[in-house]
């Protein structure tokens, strides 16, 4: 007597298509493609954002523009990359060849995240038929625009924010575009690191190509194509099930703020959301301030997606992302003309900032519905910080870029992870010995900021602190971050993390401090830049924090003595150990 198919199995023509084992197979070896990629292009690329910070992100589509799997992300890629490939997919239909290669960069013709993000999308064919899409995106170091290293904090408008690139072949059947790798090169400071990514991103989709042709060729077009189908149905199916356990309800709003634009300072940016939860479905409704006349706008295109993500991570945390989750997430957004949903050409290269403070709104929204189950926000402090000029080495202009992250947010049985910001930031520091290889600066200083993680029961992953010293003659620096003065309030009763803050040449008359955001400061040979990264967020009381866990966080130089005292309530001797009756005498008076 035949059994009924089980639920992965499928049947077509009177005969069972998949099977457990192929589903399994076929679908680990499409992701293990996806990493080969991100492996070859950490080994490909020239620039240090690439072979260090590994700020790319490849991702594998079916014919319909659906995203099907990927490799390492950045969940900031996310968002825009399926934006573009159906861009594609739109303005060239009936245009796509094999051997083409399709660039863009726009943030507004086809939804990117800033336009020094560039992204290359190939098709994938067997035969003669269109099957899938490889797409990635790559930062690069310099793209052109007002200032070096193009992402300048008091950008007005998008003109500014480097060459822009509409959706354009690249490479058709096979022949790279002269003119194109000329137009890019001719618009930016460093052409042969710039171009040298470019290149890696085409060549490594071509690495792909090959390897979907062997997959392709093992187990036929139809049979992969119904696997993917099968496993966005296997993650949507999952998490409308995490979803029915959640109650009904109707939680926030929950509000948090950019410091200011980089253009209008001390004006601060608010954003909110709240959560619907309704049988089997979520939606987030965002709210913003109106967009700002600097560069902290985020395109609601590239929201949608990581929202989606931090859902995926909470949920079904084992599931792989796929075109399946946004199946039972809805976002609303506000107006067009908003911080979240801005109006062309509003500027945008400072997207990460925006970005990270919806993660915090939609992280402590989520933690209403789900108490015990999401961690509290990180740090949201994470940016960057460039500076060009002329190697006196080579004597060359040299273009450096480096991402920084601040304390990850505390988990609800756990302290948060030092060093490690937001869910949606998903990329590495720059290590000391590279950085000094390749670029005229010294790093004098690498460490934990104590005191900056948010007090609570289980306290907030601590910031960092880099201290630089030019060797240049002469560098142009930017910083491009956060959190000076609104830093993470964590959840549950805990206290507000430490504050960010930057200055120039501590210690001698030229001390001054910085604001957050900063284009073009001009700095000389032996000045020194130091930043200091906010922490994350804590959870819950700090008066239920165990006193042993708070002195050994003193012992560890994580707390101050101080801190110990006013935040946490904990008395210690002069041996540093925890005086148990004066500490439950402080503890009664503080909760009285």
């Known amino acids: 007597m035949q059994q009924n198919a089980a639920p992965w199995e499928e049947r077509r023509n009177g005969e069972r298509a998949l099977n457990a084992i ?3 197979v076929i679908y680990q070896s499409t992701l293990q493609i996806a990493r080969e990629l991100t492996l070859n292009m950490l080994r490909t690329g020239y620039s240090t954002i690439i072979k260090e910070s590994q700020d790319f992100t490849f991702a594998i589509f079916d014919r319909r523009g659906r995203m099907v799997a990927q490799g390492v992300p950045q969940p900031l890629h996310i968002g825009p990359l399926a934006a573009q490939v159906n861009e594609i997919r739109r303005v060239f239909a009936g245009k796509i060849d094999k051997g083409d290669a399709f660039i863009v960069n726009h943030p507004y013709r086809a939804c ?3 336009a020094t993000d560039v992204t290359i999308i190939s098709p994938v064919f067997v035969d003669d038929k269109l099957i899938a899409f490889i797409g990635n995106i790559a930062h690069k170091p310099d793209l052109g625009g007002k200032v ?3 992402n300048s904090g008091d950008a007005t408008d998008l003109f500014q924010e480097g060459l822009l690139i509409p959706p354009l072949k690249i490479v058709k059947a096979g022949v790279l575009s002269d003119d194109l790798r000329e137009m890019i090169c001719a618009n930016t400071r460093t052409p042969e690191v710039t171009w040298g990514d470019i290149g890696a991103q085409i060549n490594t989709n071509a690495h792909g190509q090959s390897k979907f042709a062997t997959l392709f060729a093992k187990y036929g077009s139809e049979k992969v194509l119904s696997c993917w189908d099968k496993w966005m149905d296997i993650c949507e199916a999952e998490l409308r099930k995490q979803i029915l356990a959640v109650p009904d309800g109707f939680y926030g709003p929950v509000h948090d703020w950019i410091d200011d634009d980089g253009v209008e300072l001390g004006k601060p940016y608010r954003i909110s959301a ?7 479905r979520l939606r987030f409704i965002l709210d913003s301030d109106t967009q700002a006349r600097g560069p902290v706008n985020l395109r609601s295109c590239v929201s949608r997606n990581f929202i989606q993500c931090l859902v995926k991570m909470i949920f079904i945390p084992d599931l792989p992302v796929n075109d399946g989750l946004s199946r039972p997430i ?3 957004y506000p107006p067009e003309g908003s911080l979240l949903n801005p109006r062309y050409p509003a500027p ?3 997207y990460v900032r925006p970005s990270q403070m919806t993660t915090s709104v939609v992280v402590r929204v989520l933690a209403q519905a789900l108490p015990g189950r999401v ?3 990180a740090s949201g402090a994470g940016g960057s910080l460039s500076s060009a000029g002329r190697n006196p080495r080579t004597q060359r202009w040299y273009s450096q870029y480096e991402i ?7 988990r609800p049985h756990g302290d948060g992870v030092s060093a490690q910001d937001d869910l949606v930031v998903n990329v590495m520091n720059g290590p000391v010995e590279a950085l000094e290889t390749e670029f005229p600066m010294r790093v004098e200083a690498y460490e934990l900021v104590a005191d900056s993680g948010g007090p609570g029961r289980f306290r907030g992953g601590l910031g960092t602190r880099r201290i630089w010293r030019i060797l240049a003659e002469e560098a142009s620096v930017n910083l491009r971050t956060d959190r000076f003065h609104h830093s993470s309030l964590g959840l549950f009763g805990a206290k507000p993390a430490k504050p960010s803050r930057a200055f120039i040449n501590p210690g001698t008359p030229q001390e001054r401090p910085l604001t957050s955001k900063v284009a073009g400061l001009r700095l000389k040979k032996d000045d020194r830049v130091i930043w200091e990264l906010a922490g994350g967020g804590g959870y819950g009381p700090p008066d239920e924090r165990d006193p042993e866990r708070v002195r050994l966080d003193v012992a560890r130089g994580y707390v101050s003595a101080d801190a110990a005292r006013t935040d946490y309530c904990v008395v210690l001797d002069s041996d540093q150990n925890v005086d148990a009756p004066a500490t439950q005498r402080l503890r009664a008076e503080a909760r009285t």
């Open 22 to 24: 192929d589903l399994e």
């Open 112 to 114: 990117q995240n800033h």
């Open 148 to 150: 070096p290293g193009t």
């Open 274 to 280: 709240s959560l619907e939860v309704k049988g089997d």
């Open 330 to 332: 809805d976002v609303e």
């Open 348 to 350: 945008c290269n400072m």
């Open 375 to 377: 961690p509290a926000p």
């Open 404 to 410: 920084f992250n601040g304390g990850g947010g505390a």
